[in-house]
């Protein structure tokens, strides 16, 4: 049915002498309610099979582009037929739907969406009185009734320096009590372990301390303490700070006033933080202690050596882990979805700036606004021993895949072009992802594939061998709860 058998149903429905029983807005419903049935049908038979290939974002495009169009003629055409000032017909681009509705919001971006849409995803600034995407942008929370964005934070705000956030000017502080930890702007002593060391017991570890190339790697464990925060925390600070200040258990302003707090660890390589650094940490089964996983607004923070990149190779980081493709795997290895405090930008390219101010400012999936560091910022926090060593596993074999070329273009930096390098490059050292893959089945399909099934059966036999170890850990990841 097109439009124009629409509107002339419409017109004798408005004019028949039963008409009385039917509102205006009801007649307006009735409209769109016949035309919107079909449009996607219609689009999916335009474009055949070939529409099922298309990514959500791209058919979500084509039927808002439709939408936009149908609602485009339906005001046109119900001109003169209905006169309603107070009712409007518009689409949606958040629930991608055509409203009818005496009230629709237009957000920052000039998007038109519904006062339910609005509910459910954006907020307004108090300061500036745009509307804003919560997903595009950190949401400041004063208290019920004030929400401020980056740029009016940034103008109209002061960072605080006993929680380690931003307020708006007109809000206070409230000072709570915090001796027990470090302040959020301490530093942790840099080490660089991996050198020759003694650590917790273990004397003479040969490890080369080449600070230019040599990837090392610091911690940020987001925690919440299950019961008294200052004897947890002066537990973790004598088993690591024996000789040394190795960490920091440190004031976060995103964590609970209470019993939250950050543990930070000094710079390790790869190898010393799988190997030595947390072993007498896990032997003390932390999760009795402190929550991670599911304590509040707990994330894990992984920073890594940013000399030991070229300038095109971090590059290809940011489009790697801001590529739409790749997000899906990012978030399942994670354990969540990106949020205000670690965002994914579509519109990543090559030549993107990485370094970012104002309202890009450092919640970004991967952050590059530290001096010396790279800082991944996705993954949930996590004290389960193999989904902790999960995450480190990941970060580096993604570094080292990265560092395997010198390309200055964004070309085959896919999902499945690092999984070709990682497999090929297989080795026990990443058995914690591989375990994670193997469980998702990733990679079944290579067996049936006979160039490939040699890599596969060797891929296999690691994690195989793994599970016969350490049956222990990997029934300790099974168990529902918190951890």
Known sequence: MNIRNIIERLQKIYLDEHSEAYTKCDLMEHILRCYEKSITERIEKKFDNDFFSYSQHDKNLILLKKLNSVVKIINQRIEGIIDEPNINIFVCNENIEICVDDYFITTDMGKTISQSAYEDNYFTCT?????FHNDE???????????????????????????DDHHHEDYTCDERGQDDLDAFDAKVDLHFLGKIETF??????????KTNNVLFYGYEVELHARDDRAEVVEIFRNL???????????????????YGFELVSTNCTFEYHKNYFWNEFFKLKPNTMVKAYHGKSCGIHIHFSREAFTDNQLRRLNCFYHNPQNRSLIEELAGREANGYCLFHSYIEFNSPIKTY????????INFNNTDTVEIRIFRSNIKQ??????????HSVNLWIRSNQKNNSDNLHHNDYFDWLLKNVHKDY????IFLDDKGYFEH????????????????IVHDFRIDNSELINQEQVEGDN
């Open 200 to 209: 917790m017991g273990v004397d003479n570890i040969p490890f080369l301390r």
């Open 431 to 434: 058995v914690n992802l591989l």
């Open 446 to 461: 290579l067996k049936y594939i006979e160039e490939w099934k040699p890599i596969f059966l060797n891929f296999k036999n």
């Open 386 to 395: 193999i989904s902790f060593f999960r995450y480190l596993e990941f970060v």
């Open 137 to 163: 942008q950190r949401t400041f929370y004063e208290n019920e009734h004030d929400y401020y964005c980056n740029d009016c934070i940034s103008n109209h705000g002061f960072y605080c320096d006993n929680c």
């Open 127 to 131: 300061q500036c009185e745009n509307v």
């Open 240 to 258: 690591f700070n024996k000789d040394n200040e190795l960490i920091l258990c440190k004031r976060d302003g995103s964590l609970d006033d209470d």
């Open 358 to 365: 104002g309202a890009e400012n450092k919640y970004r999936v």
